[in-house]
């Protein structure tokens, strides 16, 4: 291993999006019945415009877009080194985390 190998930030595989999505499910299942509120607001508000399908076809591809920028920030935040002392890990979109 040459000193500029030492230096090199690597990220996680690409794939490893899909496991920050399922997580981030896993960690909003306490906010689903938001989800419902939300829909039945924007009915009151502007049923009688928009179809009811399309409210929740809107709002469903809203929650998805937000969890796939959400993955997307963490998977770009997370990054490690590999030195002659050990592994330094970073993580953290808004706050840096550095572990070694």
């Known amino acids: 291993m040459n000193k500029s190998d030492k230096l ?37 508000k502007i ?7 399309m409210i929740n076809v809107t709002a469903g ?12 920030l963490k998977w770009r935040a997370f990054t490690y080194q590999i030195q002659e002392k050990g592994i330094y890990i970073e993580t953290g979109v808004v706050v840096t985390k550095k572990d070694g």
């Not at 049923?47 to 399908?53: K, M, P, R, V």
């Open 8 to 44: 090199t930030i690597h990220r996680l595989h690409p794939i490893s999006i899909l496991y920050f999505i399922i997580a981030a499910i896993k960690e909003s299942l306490s906010f689903i019945w938001i989800f419902p509120l939300i829909v039945l607001f924007v009915h009151e």
């Open 47 to 53: 049923g009688d415009q928009i179809s009811t399908l």
């Open 61 to 72: 591809s809203l929650i998805i877009l937000l969890f796939l920028v959400a993955a997307g």
